[in-house]
């Protein structure tokens, strides 16, 4: 069972940034994805990034050239830098990690993340 738990979140401005962070319970060398989802208010939980075993990423399109998916594996902890944030990335964001092991897949808790002027 890995724990993931995310931390980073907060409220800014419109134009502002942060960067999440995702720390694992187990070595990341165990790790085959880390996955950035984030759910909006009313809204379906939808995937903003992807980073691979290997460091390979992968956004949607609406995180794409504002935010970036990197990890450590040294320290067991990857990290979302999201800039030029706008109200409509307001939501909670969590980070998910599918084992290289089974394929099974585990949650953090979420994280707020509040846009407002």
């Known amino acids: 069972q890995v724990q993931l738990v995310e931390s980073g979140g907060g409220s800014v401005q419109p134009g502002g940034s942060l960067r999440l962070s995702c720390a694992a319970s187990?070595?990341?060398?165990?790790?085959?994805?880390i996955d950035w989802y984030r759910q909006a208010p009313g809204k379906q939980r939808e995937l903003v990034a992807t980073v691979t075993h290997i460091g390979l990423t992968n956004y949607a399109d609406s995180a794409k050239g504002r935010f970036t998916a990197s990890r450590d594996n040294a320290k067991n902890t990857a990290y979302l830098q999201m800039n030029s944030l706008t109200p409509e990335d307001t939501a909670v964001y969590y980070c998910?990690?599918?084992?290289?092991?089974?394929?099974?897949?585990?949650w953090g808790q979420g994280t707020q993340v509040t846009v407002s002027s």
């Open positions: 187990e070595s990341f060398f165990n790790i085959w994805t």
């Open positions: 998910s990690a599918t084992s290289r092991s089974t394929l099974e897949r585990f």
